[in-house]
């Protein structure tokens, strides 16, 4: 049985329809895929020993509202001359045009 719930790409779907289809693989259990969103003629679909899901795990109510907030208080603090926390590609604080900002 073959599960991956981290990234597409770790696992060559052809490979692994040809090995669920030979009996090598009992049977997988997906909810990434090689490319995204799933292809509607991608053989995955239609094979009795696979179970695909969303990769969605962690969007429940709480967690996409904490998500929600922290994304507005990041634009607040932005517009408050702070620099937002957990800044993605800190580089961008070297031009010019964020070069007032100031830690919170």
Known sequence: MVINTSRGGVIDES???RALREGVIAGAGLDVFEHEP????NELLSMKNVILTPHT?????????????AGAER??????????ENVANPEVLSLERWKT????
């Open 57 to 69: 795990a962690a969007l429940t109510e709480e967690c996409v509202n904490r998500m929600a907030v």
């Open 38 to 41: 799933i292809q509607p003629g």
């Open 15 to 17: 490979d692994l329809i």
């Open 101 to 104: 900002l100031r830690e919170k």
């Open 75 to 84: 634009v607040v603090d932005l517009f408050d001359g702070f620099i937002p």
